[in-house]
């Protein structure tokens, strides 16, 4: 039991829901196992599944936060009455194993849903008390959720790099006999006929799909909307009259008429030479026509928690983040501000209308002939 009052901490209330667990779990390992069936079988799994993934979390949150130290003594009051409302409800639980103990008989079967559910909710406030510490030190960045996929992405454009570097040491002839490898191969995660620098190969956001599953979860929000819900901040991301959530981008094939801007600091030689390629092609649920959206681990890996009484997470732009202005103040001192404001986009709509009109490509159109684009007075003149 936990001591009560204002001596509760994170640690200690995870604690006393662990005891919960294994006392529960205890109680079904010594009972009289001669007359069971599956469901008495099916409620110790639950139970085992919910006491090792609750181990688990309490190891992967607290290097999170700096140490186990820190989320362990944490005294957040929110994380401290949520985690206090979840121990009451394992409580209860774990004396419907004692009293089904004490009775005899076949057990509940709904119970092992109980614990299933009761795995969720822990699993969610442990991530939430997780990201209250780190939002309590990165006001106004990413969301703890965020952040860990942000940092994924950032590992894998190192990776794409340093292979791309490798690559181009090497001898022309073992450049072409890898070529020739690569496109022999047929795997998962290579692709035939492309180049060791490809965007799509592992370094490409299409990997960035377990790491978004890993920090929250995809559901449908009504009749046609489909959202993106983050463990670690509670915020929603909507994306409004779509059928299934696309698993890759659009394939990219425009042509851009000029270079996008760069961030200050960098030469016109690191400048890339395309756009940001944010987009994938999913269905719209009401007419099942074909409709551009934002490819969701770019919106995951970019948003921020809801403010006070808000459930939509705001969104940073990564392909602004770095840019910089020169402001400069009726006093003429110039003062240097960044692009965008600390919160983001309000929600998806906006982001997108952001990338729309700022970092999306436009195809060259074609010249027409000369002569027809002449007025035709002018066209059929003659020099006499």
């Known amino acids: 039991m936990s001591g009560g009052g204002n001596a509760d901490t ?26 069971w069936g599956p469901d008495e079988f099916e409620q110790i799994r639950a139970l085992e599944e919910a006491l090792d993934e609750a181990k688990k979390d309490y190891q992967e949150m607290s290097p999170l936060v700096h140490g186990q130290f820190y989320y362990q003594n944490d005294r957040t009051s929110m994380s401290i009455h949520e985690l206090r409302n979840l121990h009451a409800k394992f409580e209860f639980h774990a004396q419907n194993f004692k009293d089904w103990a004490r009775q005899g008989g076949p057990i509940n079967p709904t119970w092992a849903r109980e614990t299933a559910e009761l795995k969720k909710d822990l699993h969610r406030a442990q991530c939430r008390a997780a990201g209250r510490i780190f939002a309590a030190e990165q006001e106004g960045a990413r969301c703890l959720g ?19 570097h490798d690559h181009n040491e090497q001898p022309l002839w073992q450049q072409q006999q ?12 290579q692709y035939r006929g492309e180049r060791p620098d490809d965007p799509r190969r592992r370094s490409s956001l299409e990997e960035l799909v377990p790491s978004c599953n890993a920090v929250g979860r995809f559901e449908r929000l009504g009749d046609l909307d489909a959202a993106f819900v983050c463990d670690f901040c509670d915020g929603f991301i909507v994306w409004p009259d779509l059928r299934g959530m696309p698993a890759a981008r659009t394939t990219n094939t ?7 801007p760069q961030a200050p600091g960098t030469s016109n ?11 994938a092609t999913g ?6 026509a074909d409709k551009t959206v934002v490819f969701a681990p770019v919106a995951i890996a970019n948003h921020v928690a809801p403010g006070l009484g808000a459930w939509q997470a705001g969104i940073l732009c990564p392909y602004c983040d770095e840019y910089t202005y020169l402001d400069q103040g009726e006093d003429s001192e110039e003062d240097v501000r960044y692009a965008q404001d600390e919160k983001g986009f309000p929600d998806l709509a ?30 059929g003149c003659r020099v006499m």
């Not at 425009?254 to 996008?260: E, Q, S």
């Open 10 to 35: 994170v640690g200690s209330l995870l604690a006393s829901i662990a005891t919960c667990l294994t006392e529960a779990l205890r109680i079904l390992m010594f009972a009289d196992k001669r007359q």
């Open 146 to 164: 965020a952040f860990q996929v942000y940092r994924q992405q950032k590992r894998l454009e190192a990776e794409r790099q340093q292979r791309r």
């Open 178 to 189: 890898q070529q020739q490898q690569l496109t022999a191969e047929d795997g998962a995660t």
């Open 254 to 260: 425009t042509t851009t008429t000029t270079p996008p």
């Open 269 to 279: 030689d690191s400048a890339s030479s395309a756009y940001p390629h944010w987009q």
């Open 283 to 288: 269905q719209s649920r009401s007419t099942g």
């Open 350 to 379: 906006a982001f997108q209308a952001h990338l729309e009109w700022y970092h999306t490509a436009l195809a060259v159109p074609a010249m027409p002939p000369l002569a027809s684009a002449l007025p035709a007075s002018i066209s």
